[in-house]
């Protein structure tokens, strides 16, 4: 299904392109930078940043006591996505 199969500005065409969109989003690889900030007072994240095909990229940054609230499994996570990308 593409929005070409469909009249221009109809539903059917906007509904495509939606569905296209996000299996786009799905098939990229995404890699978190998450950023310790002493002088933070809320977390912040970018927005998501297409860095080459099909690889996006964002950055975290925690205020020092913002991985408390992280659940272990949520770290352990992040840390082997990490080094995955640091190989």
Avoid at 21 to 37: F, G, S
Avoid at 42 to 49: G, K, Q
């Amino acid at each position: 299904m593409k929005p070409s199969d469909y009249p221009l500005h109809s539903s059917q065409s906007r509904a495509a392109a939606r569905m296209l969109l996000e299996h786009r989003e799905q098939q990229n690889e995404r890699m978190e930078a998450i950023c310790v900030d002493k002088d933070l007072n809320e977390p912040h994240a970018s927005a998501w940043v297409e860095i080459e095909a099909n690889r996006m990229h964002r950055v975290v940054r925690l205020s020092a006591g913002g991985l408390s609230g992280v659940p272990v499994e949520r770290i352990d996570v992040l840390r082997a996505r990490l080094a995955k990308h640091q190989r």
